[in-house]
């Protein structure tokens, strides 16, 4: 069995299952306290915001292979199994062995989950239907095993159900993606593999044989291997209400759960931007905006525990008034990228996390404060910070930019394949293979950067280059189109995709591109 994405793949829980032995050795004493009994009831919870379900873990036998103790209940097996090997047989009773959790801010929990979720994708078949194909995710098979007669796993059914039943996903992308992490927490992604495995009539219908890794025997069982063996021997603590934004991407914002005290208003004005309730202005008096708990690009993802994605802003006053009285529940995700600190705070910092910046870009024109914050952000730390657009580079100037990607658009490159092409890409971006780059407009040609290395990507002279412009409506992004060869006898052309800190810095790129070539069209 010989596949590269499998292979990456055990390397991904490798690295996290040696990095948890490292931190995990060793222990912690205890003196005065005996050691506590198994108890083989203990409670579960699974929180996906609203009402939390709760579950026993029930008791099965877990084998210590490595020193040959008897076998014990699950509940206290899943709490050890993680420092088996690490503490010496001769230690005291008294001292326990220290359990290191992966949690959302480690750096390689996003490379782990986009592979798992690579691997329920490989194969997967499209169902046929009188209107064409129909795009089907991992998820409805995943939906659709939890409730057959063969599961007999209540992890399986219950996370299926409160996945099912939260307003936190308009897709089945998110709603796939929340259930990797949550069977992640809970020790069970090989539960829903081995069901299919079981029946092959199923797995032939839902899995193409000659591409999938779940209908190759060899693959499949490295797969069962991994994620009922080593993913087990690791602890993960990953926030489940922390979901709202895995329709979108991999990538996590920071999620704070706040109590405030009653009122009837939060003092908030709130806009609803892409299905998601932006912060535009905070009364640093009002209940949520004083000491800066609630801030100018917060995004409300719940009140109440109920979630107010893809909602209004008056249902948002009408949870208030159904309420009035009681001390006041909001979920926020800030503007920031979920990041590990010194006292294991995440968040905060110039990282921007996309989806949200792009919302915030959206409406920076019409709401001052908005813009504000992105100008503190990219500029420094205040209004009057120098311009922060552009990077000087071996003595030459460069604008920072966000590379989206480049895609094939035929045998010819005409300004009239600008629009469509940027709208077919921004529909089809996938924020995590964006790269930051730097990028200059010299009098011969295009050049184009790393930004962190400062590693020379690609240069495209003007002959090369057929057009260039921007949409109205994504007005920060802008292409250009360039072929093989000079224009005039190049028979394939490709357009670059970038994205600009703002529109003004897009319009001065494309303005400095068309006074190198005289074929450019762009629109204002």
């Known amino acids: 069995m010989k596949d ?29 306290a005996p050691p506590a009994a198994p108890n083989e009831n203990v409670p579960i919870l699974l929180d996906f915001g609203g009402e939390q379900a709760s579950e026993h873990l029930l008791a099965s036998n877990i084998q210590n292979e490595s020193t040959g103790a008897p076998s014990r209940p699950a509940s206290e097996a899943i709490c050890a199994v993680a420092a088996v090997n690490l503490v010496p047989s001769d230690q005291s009773a008294s001292r326990k062995p220290v359990v290191h959790i992966i949690r959302d801010t480690d750096p390689e929990l996003k490379r782990l989950c986009v592979m798992i979720e690579k691997v329920f994708r490989r194969g997967l078949r499209q169902q046929s239907s009188v209107f064409g194909i129909v795009k089907k995710d991992y998820w409805s098979w995943l939906e659709y095993l939890a409730e057959s007669k063969a599961n007999n796993n209540p992890h399986y059914s219950i996370i299926v159900q409160k996945i099912k039943s939260s307003a ?19 020790k069970i992604l090989h539960v829903p593999i081995e069901i299919m495995y079981k029946n092959t009539e199923l797995l032939h219908s839902l899995y193409d044989p000659l591409t999938s890794l779940f209908t190759n025997e060899d693959s499949r069982e490295f797969i069962l291997g991994l994620f009922s063996g080593l993913l087990t021997a690791i602890n993960f603590d990953l926030k489940i209400r922390n979901a709202s934004f895995l329709d979108e991407t991999w990538e996590l914002p920071e999620f704070r759960q706040l109590e405030l005290v009653p009122s009837e208003d939060l003092g908030l004005t709130i806009r609803y931007i892409q299905s998601r309730a932006v912060v535009v202005d905070a009364d640093p008096y009002g209940v949520a905006g ?159 950067l790393d930004r962190s290395s400062k590693q020379h990507l690609w240069t495209h002279s003007f002959p090369e280059i057929s057009s260039c412009g921007r949409r109205v409506d994504s007005n920060k992004c802008f292409a250009y189109i360039v072929g093989n060869n000079i224009c005039n006898i190049a028979d394939s052309f490709t357009c670059h995709l970038f ?20 074929r450019t069209t762009w629109l204002t």
Not at 6 to 21: F, P, S, Y
Not at 168 to 186: D, E, S, V, W
Not at 336 to 355: I, K, M, Y
Not at 418 to 426: A, N, S, V
């Open 499 to 518: 994205e600009a800190p703002n529109p003004e810095v897009s319009r001065e790129i494309l303005q400095n591109i068309a006074q190198g070539f005289k």
């Open 168 to 186: 936190k996903f308009l897709t089945a992308q998110g709603r796939g993606r929340c259930f990797i992490r949550a069977a992640l927490n809970k």
């Open 290 to 448: 004083e000491d800066g708990k609630v801030e100018v690009g917060d995004v409300i993802d719940e009140v109440h525990q109920i979630s107010v994605y893809d909602s209004k802003p008056i249902v948002i006053q009408q949870i208030l008034q159904d309420h009035v009285g009681w001390p006041i529940t909001i979920g926020v995700i800030k503007p920031w990228v979920a990041t590990a600190s010194e006292g294991g705070h995440c968040g905060g910092g110039s990282n921007l996390f996309q989806p949200i910046e792009k919302r915030l870009w959206e409406i920076s024109a019409t709401y001052p404060k908005v813009k504000k914050l992105l100008d503190s952000v990219h500029c420094g730390a205040s209004e009057e910070a120098a311009d922060c657009s552009t990077m000087c580079v071996e003595g030459k100037q460069y604008w920072l930019c966000t590379y989206i990607g480049e895609t094939h658009v035929g045998n010819v490159g005409g300004s009239q394949l600008i629009e469509p092409t940027i709208q077919r890409m921004l529909k089809d971006r996938k924020w995590t293979d964006d790269r930051q780059v730097l990028i200059a407009a010299y009098e011969a040609d295009i050049t184009v």
């Open 4 to 32: 590269e994405l499998l292979h990456e793949l055990k390397r991904c829980i490798v690295t996290l299952k040696t990095r948890v032995d490292l931190k995990g050795t060793g222990s912690v004493q205890e003196p005065h």
